[in-house]
């Protein structure tokens, strides 16, 4: 295992909130991966006529990939998300292939890999790959770019 950290409540490391937090639970973050789990509500913002759209699914996607390099802005003891604020942007959407909406009610579980990063001391940019799954089933399969820093 490389340092995981396991069971993080990733609202404690995100900015997002409801509703746009894409995220319920993180069970397994290390250097280079994470796993997070998303349970699609009927009140979820993203959804339309009992489906998350494709706009959710990135989101789902962009959130779960950021807290790979997000991670590196805290400090390894912190728990709590209080050492830093970090954001991230978007900078590119490389390549989204989606091939099924999910439903409302279902369960997404998105595994995501670091593929590069260059540091600066004032940002981070990565690109990383991403794969939401629904039970065994591949739906959505991406590769995004990130620049993230840590907000004074």
């Known amino acids: 295992m490389k340092n995981a950290r396991l069971h993080i409540d990733i609202k404690k490391f995100l900015p997002h909130r409801e509703p746009m937090l894409m995220v319920n639970t993180m069970p397994y973050l290390d250097v280079d991966s994470v796993v997070t789990e998303f349970h699609i509500s009927e009140d979820c913002i993203f959804v339309s006529n009992g489906r998350l759209s494709e706009t959710g699914l990135i989101e789902n996607a962009a959130q779960a990939c950021s807290a790979i390099v997000g991670q590196s802005y ?79």
């Not at 909406?101 to 593929?115: D, G, H, I, R, W």
């Not at 990565?126 to 993230?148: A, E, M």
Request: hydrophobic share 40%; net charge negative.
């Open 74 to 152: 805290f400090e390894t003891d912190d728990l709590e998300g209080k050492g830093n604020k970090v954001i991230g942007y978007i900078s590119a959407i490389k390549k989204v292939e989606i091939f099924q909406l999910p439903k409302v009610n279902e369960t997404l579980v998105t595994k995501a890999k670091l593929v590069s990063r260059y540091d600066t001391e004032e940002l981070s940019i990565c690109t990383i790959t991403g794969s939401i799954f629904r039970k065994d089933d591949l739906i959505v399969d991406c590769t995004l770019n990130f620049l993230i820093h840590e907000v004074q």
